[in-house]
């Protein structure tokens, strides 16, 4: 971390331990999975699970719920929910802390900003992300109103814990691994490659006043969410690859929900920055 950056810790070193131990657990669990040899039926139950944990972390938790660049109903905005919390996201904390890293982008106050180093941006920060819970439910007052968030919001990791949980009962340990802990440990260093990457390597299409960028590897990698500079110019468009060849995933999820009805008033960037370049 630089000398001159110091990132506000609020968690117990006890807290941060733990949840350390919990991620080291579940790479470790992947790994084993991938070492024992993964049978057919496991990689069936990961091509079932990665894709409803990529929408619970791109359209569901950042793309709804912390930018609002969609509407939909109470029910499917609870099975987005359920998207996000089967990989330990939080709606109701996510949308607050990450309201706040737009706030404070590239500043000494944004806790997984490159500038604080490789460590802290990409692990640090998800074990102490810098806010306090009052910091965070202040700025996600919006969701609180919603008795079944605030449910998930209190008890975070009883999905994610219960869907592997199934999986070992159902499928062995193989099955738990591969099909469960795989994707979840796959979400985690995606994200982790936006806040590191989409801050340091690839192109600036727009004065945001902080250091994102659009990087066309890691848009692929993520399903769209490397077109990070954009994202940072008009953060409520539903979609962030602006020009015909920035593929954005997805968006075109969130189209496709538009066109069976389960969304609808989604935002959109104004045409003069979609033109063909």
């Not at 069936?44 to 929408?55: D, E, G, K, R, S």
């Not at 737009?102 to 000494?108: F, G, K, L, P």
């Not at 802290?120 to 609180?144: F, K, M, P, V």
């Not at 954009?230 to 468009?237: A, L």
Request: proline share 4%; charged share 15%.
């Amino acid at each position: 971390m630089s000398a001159c950056l110091v990132q506000k810790q609020v968690r117990r070193p006890a807290e941060r331990r733990m949840l350390g131990m919990n991620v080291l657990a579940l790479h470790l669990a992947a790994g084993a999975g991938l070492f024992m040899g993964p049978g057919p039926e496991d990689w069936i139950v990961m091509a079932f699970v990665y894709p409803l944990q990529a929408i619970g972390i791109g359209i569901s938790l950042h793309r709804y719920f912390a930018h609002r660049s969609f509407k939909t109903s109470r029910g499917f905005q609870f099975f987005l929910a359920l998207c996000s919390a089967i990989t330990f996201g939080d709606p109701v904390g996510f949308a607050g802390k990450h309201r706040i890293h737009h706030q404070r982008a590239d500043t000494a106050a944004d806790v997984h900003t490159p500038l604080h180093g490789w460590w802290a941006c990409w692990i640090g920060s998800l074990l102490d992300n810098g806010y306090t819970h009052e910091e965070i439910l202040e700025r996600s007052a919006d969701w609180q109103r919603y008795p079944e968030l605030m449910w998930l919001h209190r008890h975070a990791k009883l999905p994610a814990l219960t869907l592997i949980a199934s999986a070992f009962v159902f499928g062995g340990f193989t099955t738990m691994a591969i099909g469960v802990c795989l994707p979840v440990c796959l979400a985690i260093h995606q994200t982790s490659a936006v806040n590191y990457f989409t801050h340091r390597f690839g192109y600036q299409t727009f004065e945001t006043g902080d250091r994102s960028t659009n990087n066309w590897w890691v848009a692929l990698l993520t399903w769209g969410e490397g077109w990070h500079n954009n994202h940072h110019h008009c953060p409520q468009s539903a979609r962030a690859g602006f020009r015909w060849w920035e593929i954005d995933m997805f968006f075109w999820g969130i189209w496709i929900f538009e066109r069976l009805g389960l969304v609808w008033d989604v935002r959109r960037p104004p045409k003069r920055l979609t033109a063909a370049s």
